[in-house]
């Protein structure tokens, strides 16, 4: 039944999240291809043998993808619901899959006509939680996780995805606070990051009172305001002005500098940079930072306004995992569209 893996993504990168997930099946040997509409805000691997996607989707890394917010196999067939009662239509098929389920996730597109289900969801997840109960069908032990993706409120493909190998967040999409004093929104962006590329005990252990970080591109201080928050002390480079609360802190010095020619007195514990320049030109610049020993770890952006925007990842990507193994490097380099993203991911290189 499982002949289609279903892949959630920000609307408009439907075709990066394409390519991606088209490229690391065929690396699998798994012949299949795409389904997709521009602007739905998901893509549709299928099967094109007999091969299923249940086993696909436990052999391919979720964190390889760039572009994929959240991900399930499922059949290609949408099932049609009744308007009054949908729920046993929805057991029917969930208990011939023959498997437990850790959790439910309710799932639609990020579109306005998705975010409209948004409701309709939250009142139905609950009577599905106790139905899945009564039928035993939930186990704290079990190892996927069930999925009900709507398109609307009577249209649904049931899938399943690997707890361990799928976003924690529902729909990949992390409920983030604005804080209240940070100068910026861009705040979020470095916040889900940290989260995302760092697990709890990294975040800990590795961004603590005392450490250093340069912050490329800093004003007006969302991403220095993250570390400040944290103990950090902060070289922020910029000619627009920062914060004057976040300034007050004491913990920040404001260079008005060229982030391309700034050179720090010491090595630092983190290198980030937020600055809307031509994607390579930032890789390069980071790189170096790594090859001249200035920095232990960075988190940056990489601004994607072209149209071969999978072939610049790939390109920006390459020129850093070539420049730190050339120099004897040994760091992870890793890259996401965070939802926090607009038309850019987010990198991170960690040298721990
Ligand atoms: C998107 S804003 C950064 C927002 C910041 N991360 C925050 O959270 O508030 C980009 C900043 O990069 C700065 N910038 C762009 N090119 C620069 C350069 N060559 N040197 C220093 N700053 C630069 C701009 O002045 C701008 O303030």
């Known amino acids: 039944m499982f002949d289609q893996i279903i892949l959630l993504c920000r609307p408009g990168f439907e075709k990066e999240c394409a390519g991606e997930i088209m490229e690391l099946a065929n690396q699998k040997l798994f012949p299949a291809y795409i389904q997709t509409n521009e602007q739905s805000g998901f893509v549709s691997l299928v099967s094109s043998s007999n091969l299923k996607t249940d086993e696909l989707i436990t052999v391919v890394d979720f964190h390889t993808l760039t572009f994929t917010r959240q991900w399930f196999a499922t059949s290609k067939s949408v099932l049609t619901l009744p308007e ?37 969801c939250k009142q139905f997840r609950p009577h599905l939680i106790t139905a899945l109960k009564k039928q035993q069908l939930l186990s704290a ?87 400040v928050h944290r103990g950090c002390l902060v070289i922020a480079i910029d000619n627009g002005p920062m914060q004057k609360a976040l300034m007050q802190t004491g913990m920040v010095e404001h260079l008005q500098t060229d982030a391309f020619t700034y050179v720090p007195k010491k090595k630092v514990d983190w290198l980030v940079c937020d600055m809307a320049e031509r994607p390579l030109h930032v890789s390069r610049l980071i790189a170096r930072w790594f090859t001249d020993g200035q920095c232990n770890n960075a988190i940056f952006n990489l601004k994607l306004p072209m149209k071969k925007r999978l072939a610049s990842v ?37 040298c721990l």
């Open 141 to 227: 032990h079990a190892r996927w996780r069930l999925h009900l993706f709507f398109t609307d409120s009577l249209h649904v493909n049931i899938g399943i995805t690997p707890v361990e190998n799928s976003a924690v967040e529902v729909m990949g999409i992390p409920r983030l606070k604005m804080p209240r004093n940070a100068p910026s929104r861009s705040t979020l962006k470095l916040e889900e990051a940290i989260h995302w590329f760092l697990s709890i005990e990294q975040q800990t252990r590795w961004i603590k009172n005392g450490m250093t970080v340069v912050d490329l591109g800093a004003a007006p201080g969302g991403w220095t305001w993250q570390f």
């Open 314 to 350: 790939h390109e920006c990507i390459t020129l850093l995992r070539r420049q730190l193994s050339e120099a004897n490097i040994k760091c992870t380099v890793m890259a996401k569209q965070l939802y926090h993203d607009r038309e850019e991911i987010t990198v991170c290189i960690l």
């Open 84 to 120: 009054t009662d949908r729920l046993p239509d929805i057991l029917h098929i969930t208990k011939n899959i023959g498997k437990l389920f850790y959790d439910v996730e309710m799932d639609y597109p990020d579109t306005n006509e998705g975010k409209s289900l948004s409701k309709f």
